[in-house]
């Protein structure tokens, strides 16, 4: 079956812009997941949906926000860009039913921000 | 706040075994889990451990102290593709949200 789609792949944006991100999960997940990879603070968690409700929310300023549909497709998006910003943003999926610590990951969109 | 510790660089050469370890402090917690990572790639799930005690993959084994607060990550038999950064991670929560370690990058040489 397909694995986690993430659209864009590769973005550029200025300083104030916003981006949206999206992430389609595996067939029958309902729980996404979303982190933020950089060099200097490796990867990070942002927030996690599961069944349309935020689940759990890590400590990123409120610029950054998500949701997702009836469908289990996720969206993030991040306002008022800054440079800090530039990452690469992953997406991950799971049944959300059953703690194995097992996520399944897209290739993620990488931002870059001017 | 939550902190894993891993060594950042590790170096083998083909064939031989290699041992990834993973210190955490956390408050909370549900179980360890490894994922490799390839450049350029996504991670990849390896394996998880909510029990102390060995789990077993093909040629990658985990293991797992909960009263060390301590895991580590078992290569086999090296081969030249598992040249990747390995990432530890702890579940302090219900749900899917993760603690990443800062990753170790393996290098296999001939």
């Known amino acids: 079956k397909a694995g986690v789609t993430q659209t864009p792949r590769y973005l550029i944006k200025t300083r104030g812009q916003q981006v949206t991100l999206s992430c389609s999960p595996i067939s029958g997940h309902r729980s996404v997941s979303w982190y933020q990879q950089t060099p200097g603070q490796g990867l990070q968690f942002l927030f996690e949906?599961?069944?349309?409700?935020?689940?759990n929310k890590g400590n990123f300023p409120g610029r950054f926000s998500g949701r997702q549909f009836s469908n289990s497709r996720s969206e993030m998006n991040v306002s008022t860009l800054e440079l800090g910003d530039s990452a690469l943003y992953l997406c991950a999926s799971s049944q959300g039913t059953s703690r194995t610590g097992e996520l399944f990951f897209g290739e993620g969109s990488r931002l870059t921000v001017l | 706040g939550q902190s894993l510790e891993q060594p950042s660089e590790v170096t083998a050469v083909e064939g031989a075994i290699v041992q990834i370890n993973c210190t955490y402090q956390?408050?909370?917690?549900?179980?360890l889990s490894w994922y490799q990572q390839h450049d350029g790639g996504a991670p990849t799930f390896l394996s998880y451990n909510g029990l102390d005690g060995l789990e077993e993959t093909g040629r990658f084994s985990s293991f797992l102290s909960r009263s060390d607060s301590y895991g580590y990550l078992l290569l086999q038999e090296l081969q030249m593709k598992d040249s990747a950064s390995y990432f530890c991670?702890?579940?302090?929560?219900?749900?899917?949200?993760?603690?990443f370690g800062g990753g170790t990058r393996l290098m296999v040489k001939p």
């Open positions: 956390t408050s909370g917690f549900y179980g």
């Open positions: 949906y599961f069944s349309e409700t935020q689940r």
């Open positions: 991670a702890v579940s302090t929560h219900a749900g899917n949200m993760l603690t």
